[in-house]
C-alpha cells in the first residue's frame, strides 16, 4: 500500500508535467517568446501536499488508507473531500501486489511481477483520468518485458517476447488505421498500440489474442455499464488501456491455468 501512495503521486503529478514540457518544446520548436510559466512539481522532489491549499502533510497524513479513515475522508487543510482514487490505488496496489507474492514467492519472478503491476498502475490511473498513456512509462514496461525475457526470468522466450511487442504493436496499429479509414475518426491513441506491445514483450506473442480478447470483453460491459448508469455522451472517448492492463494482468499471472481450464472444457486436455 505504501507503493500505492507513490502510484497516486506518479498519476496526479505526471501528466502536468508532461503538458508543460509539451508547450514548452512547442514554443521553442516554433521560435514564440518564452513564457514564465511556473513548473509544476516533480514526481519524488516535492513532498505531499494538500491540492486545495498547497500545504505540506504531515507524515501521518501520508499513512496509506489510515489516513484516509483517520480524517473521515476530508482534508484536515481545506475540508475538502479527498479523493476517492487515493484510498482506492493503495488498496487495489496492496491486493495485486500480494496476489502477486501468492503467485510467485518472495523470487525474482515476484519482483518482476509488482514492477509490472506497479506500472500497470499508475498508467490506467492516468489513463483513467486524462485519456493518455505516457512513454514515460510503456517504454520502461516494454524493455522491463524484454530484458525479463532475455534473462530468462520467466518461461516466455527472447523470440516470443520480440514477436509479442511488434505484433502487438502492429495489430492494434492495423485496427487504429482501419476504423480512420472507414469511419475517419480515430478509435484509439497511440499509447494503446505501446501497451499492447508492452504485454506482448511480458506474456509473449501466443498471448495476444487473450489479452485483446479480454480487453474487448471487458471494456464493452463496463462501457455499456457506463453509458447506461451515467449517461455518457457516446461520442466522448473512453480509455482502453485500463482494459489492456486487465486482461494482461490476468494472463500475466493466470493464463495457463485459464488455458488449461478451457481445454478441460472443450475435451481437449
Known amino acids: 500500500m505504501l507503493v500505492g501512495s507513490f502510484l497516486n503521486v506518479v498519476i496526479l503529478r505526471l501528466p502536468p ?5 509539451w508547450r514548452r518544446d512547442s514554443r521553442e520548436m516554433l521560435e514564440l517568446p518564452a513564457v514564465d510559466e511556473p513548473e509544476p512539481p516533480g514526481v519524488v522532489v516535492r513532498r505531499s501536499h ?39 490505488v493503495e488498496l487495489l496496489t496492496g491486493l495485486l501486489f500480494a496476489a502477486c507474492i501468492w503467485h510467485f514467492g518472495p ?27 505516457p512513454d514515460q512509462l510503456t517504454y520502461p514496461l516494454l524493455w522491463l518485458g524484454l530484458l525479463a525475457a532475455a534473462f530468462g526470468v520467466y518461461e516466455v522466450t527472447p523470440v516470443a517476447a520480440i514477436a509479442g511487442a511488434a505484433v502487438g504493436y502492429l495489430a492494434l496499429w492495423s485496427v487504429y488505421w482501419g476504423f480512420k479509414l472507414l469511419t475517419g475518426k480515430e478509435g484509439m491513441g497511440y499509447g494503446d498500440f505501446k501497451l499492447l506491445a ?5 506474456c509473449g506473442v501466443g498471448s495476444l489474442l487473450p489479452i485483446i480478447l479480454i480487453s474487448s470483453v471487458v471494456g464493452a460491459v463496463v ?21 489492456l492492463a486487465i486482461a494482461g494482468w490476468i494472463q500475466f499471472l493466470f493464463g ?14
Open 17 to 21: 508535467r508532461m503538458e508543460w514540457q
Open 50 to 88: 494538500d491540492p486545495h491549499t498547497g500545504a505540506q502533510l504531515a507524515w501521518w497524513e501520508n499513512i496509506p488508507l489510515v489516513s484516509w479513515a483517520l480524517l473521515r475522508g476530508r482534508s484536515r487543510h481545506s475540508g475538502q473531500r479527498i479523493s476517492l482514487q487515493y484510498p482506492a
Open 107 to 133: 523470487t525474482l519472478q515476484g519482483v518482476g511481477a509488482l514492477a509490472f503491476t506497479g506500472l500497470l498502475v499508475a498508467m490506467s490511473g492516468i489513463d483513467l483520468r486524462t485519456t493518455l498513456l
Open 198 to 202: 508492452a504485454l506482448g514483450a511480458w
Open 223 to 243: 462501457g455499456s455499464l457506463w453509458l447506461a448508469l451515467r449517461g455518457r455522451d457516446r461520442a466522448t472517448p473512453i480509455p482502453f488501456g485500463p482494459y
Open 256 to 269: 495457463d491455468a485459464i488455458t488449461a481450464a478451457y481445454l478441460r472444457l472443450v475435451g481437449l486436455a
